[in-house]
């Protein structure tokens, strides 16, 4: 007999989220947003003021910790007791597989106005496999990139983070059990579009601070009110991003709309047939 569709798309998640596991997701989030936005979000008064060109360098010595705290969090399984699914063999194959596309697509439009093939793999995928490993794939995919491309740098877990969160986005979308065809491709390729948009607008937030020999229309000015530095923020990512920001967010949407259903009907069958959550049941040894 056949399983109900909800049934089916319940087993094909690698790694139902817990509660532990939402909590740690939020508690590296709410970081994240503070180590990206404090340019924005730090008061006159505040201490990180004062450390206008050391503070993204703490923040990324600080980011790769709770990463790796958010990853053990989601991969640790039921051995801790908790009665919270983690990742099992399979799950951990089928991550290495889409990582290591993942880190194959991005070097071949690196440096090309911005062209991100990778982006619209990370979207499908995490729309398909959930948020819990959407997250971890953005990581670990950004993680392997930079060091098959030699990007390794301050800037590298921020990349991680960033892309955790698009592909957690991907996950949290709506109709994951009934929306199919051609609307549930307009809904990738519309996130798609607005995901690789924010991702260059975050990731501008984590290097503008210590850009020096930038105009004075356009740099930070430590301590200055958001009504001040917002607009110079704004300026910034006219002039130096959006030109590569664009054609990312294009790319994604062409390949979502064109390769978009092939690959969700494979990411899909590949997943139906591991039946990630199914019980191990053991029968009894053959006779002799």
Known sequence: MTAPAPDRD????PVP???????????ISAIGVVAFGWPLLASAKSALVG??????WLFALLLPLL??????????????????PGLDAKAVALLGVLAAAGAALRPLGAG??????????MVLSGRVLGPGFG??????????????????????????????????GAGLLPGRAGLRGRRELALLAGYGAAASLAYGTIMNLQGWPYIGGLSSSIAFHPGDPLSANLPRFAAYCLTTSLGWDLPRAA???VLCLTLGTP???????ATRRAAFGAPVAFGPPPGP
Not at 17 to 27: K, M, P
Not at 112 to 121: C, V, W
């Open 10 to 13: 319940r087993l094909a998640r």
């Open 17 to 27: 989220l817990g509660r532990r596991s939402v909590a740690t997701l939020l508690l």
């Open 51 to 56: 450390h206008s060109t050391d503070a993204p």
């Open 67 to 84: 990463l790796a705290v958010v990853v053990a969090q989601i991969s640790e399984g039921r051995s801790a007791g908790d009665g919270e």
């Open 112 to 121: 090309t106005a911005g062209l991100e093939p990778m982006f619209f793999l």
């Open 135 to 168: 997250f971890v794939l953005g990581s670990v995919s950004m993680f392997a990139s930079a060091l098959l491309t030699g990007g390794v740098g301050p800037w590298l877990p921020f990349q991680m983070l960033a892309m955790g969160w698009v592909c957690l």
């Open 251 to 253: 790319l994604t949407v």
């Open 263 to 269: 690959l969700l009907r494979a990411l899909r069958r």
